[in-house]
């Protein structure tokens, strides 16, 4: 069985799983374990690590349109360093003071691989589900796709160099931090139809919100907000649209929502809201300029 | 940096820290990690492991005298079986039950060794915390203590016995499994000056409590509630004594309240709550029948 697998038989289980996160008693929660392998490229500082560990739980509750109340980690490592753990724990609360919470510390634990478990909680009286998108919704993505695959190709870049370019990393570590979109989420939560982050990517992120809401989904690919550095780091366009829709990893939100709403939301959003298609009737499939967009992109 | 040093940089730098679990926002919050290696002995089963990892955490949301809204788990093995995690969330939902709440679920996510971060939450206006305690009080602990000490030592037994015995692994699996103490830890908290979970042990709990409400204890041994199956693994009292006092994994609550208190607090709580003796001073140390009592215990 693997993670998918898993993860469905979970959501057979237990039917509060299936959404970005869990929703109990007007809370949402949500928990992400991190690895140093998988996870942090080499060059990924303490400080970015605890921001992005952070925000990727944050994320999930932006998903679900919720504010987010408080965080917390349990840091892993061989050995506990001051410096890093000081600058992990700055990282982490550098994140939650971005999107007006706290983070209010955890566990730390002995582990030979580091690793990372975090856990956001926010408050909602209405959460945002991955089903509801209906036929004639527009779909929209918030801010731009495709920074963590150009964050990893700098990382790559960096230690395979011969001599050690100091400003590659940085700029690897400023792509791989990420604001999470908690206030953009609570403006479309008012009317979104269906929601969900983009950390799987927008591709597979389409078929799951298609899975939950029974609808399928027609995609523009010239209206795909792609990031200025995909295409620093793209050989061609056709490479940076595949970057920007199967990488994943860029903790945007997807949202389905009427076009009437449209207005509206791009008016109240901190950051710009792209229409990149449209919902479609249950028995259609999810197409990209009319032909099959397949379900790949990144499980975590 | 050992990880006591690091956890006392963690508070210095986190207010919230320092407490079973995070206050914010009339919430609290807690997080653990745990390993196959240091946590899960050879015999545990993945119901086992569910159970006591989930209910690890709850024990730290009945340390503040919470009442627990919701727990997740982000679980982590090198391959998902499909009845070993379903026999996880069944542990982990069972003691959720046991205590009113709801698991909710969590993440998936592949690594080399069994790995498990646990997450409660849990709601209360007026959190106990571990300061607090006043000279004239009364210590006491809820339930018995030393069960861990004496599931290990079957779970050692059972592997190392030349046929394998499968009483003594249901033995140590029902002794591994234990009832958060959260209807108990809200009886306490309407009385107690301060509260821990004896999760590090008895010992290193009086010391830590010691440390945050700056007071003695003085703690007399033929009070302590050594629990039963202490008796069966143990060659002597003396022995028996130490493995209840210093192994800890109990997780029951030590906590201090004015003997006024007592009688109310019995008569409300759902397990015995045992006098095991009394707050001194600010400049007095720790005493077991008037000896120093170490600070040994179980560092997480």
Redesign the interface.
């Known amino acids: 069985?693997?993670?998918r697998?898993?993860?469905r038989?979970?959501?057979d289980?237990?039917a509060?799983?299936g959404d970005d996160a869990?929703?109990?008693?007007g809370?949402v929660?949500?928990?992400?374990?991190l690895?140093e392998r998988?996870d942090f490229p080499a060059g990924t500082t303490r400080y970015t690590a605890g921001w992005r560990a952070i925000g990727a739980s944050l994320s999930d509750v932006a998903a679900m349109g919720a504010e987010a109340?408080?965080a917390?980690?349990?840091y892993?490592a061989p050995?506990?360093?001051?410096d890093e753990?000081?600058e992990f724990?700055r990282g982490a609360?550098d994140v939650c003071e971005r999107v007006g919470t706290?983070?209010?510390?955890?566990?730390?634990?002995?582990?030979?691989?580091f690793?990372v478990?975090t856990?956001a909680?926010g408050r909602t009286d209405d959460p945002v589900r991955r089903r509801g998108a209906t036929a004639g919704d527009v779909v929209c993505v918030t801010g731009t796709l495709g920074r963590s695959a150009a964050a990893l190709e700098y990382f790559e870049r960096a230690t395979t160099s011969d001599t050690a370019d100091d400003r590659l990393v940085e700029r690897a570590n400023d792509l791989f931090r990420f604001a999470p979109r908690i206030p953009a989420g609570q403006v479309l939560a008012s009317r979104a139809t269906a929601m969900m982050d983009s950390s799987d990517g927008l591709a597979r992120s389409l078929h799951q919100l298609a899975e939950a809401s029974d609808c399928g989904f027609a995609i523009e690919s010239d209206r795909i907000p792609i990031d200025d550095s995909v295409r620093e780091v793209a050989a061609t366009d056709d490479e940076a649209l595949e970057l920007a829709t199967t990488f994943g990893e860029d903790f945007e939100l997807v949202a389905t929502l009427p076009e009437t709403a449209l207005s509206a939301v791009r008016e109240a959003a901190d950051v710009p809201v792209s229409v990149i298609g449209s919902v479609l009737e249950p028995d259609a499939s999810i197409t990209m300029d009319g032909e099959p967009l397949a379900d790949q992109g990144y499980t975590?």
Chains 1, 2 share one sequence.
């Open positions: 069985m693997d993670e697998a898993a993860l038989l979970l959501s289980e237990l509060a799983v869990a929703v109990v008693d809370l929660v949500t928990t992400d374990m690895h998988t109340t408080a917390v980690a349990a892993a050995r506990f360093d001051r753990l000081l724990i609360a706290e983070y209010v510390g955890g566990d730390l634990d002995g582990h030979e691989e690793t478990t856990t909680i975590h």
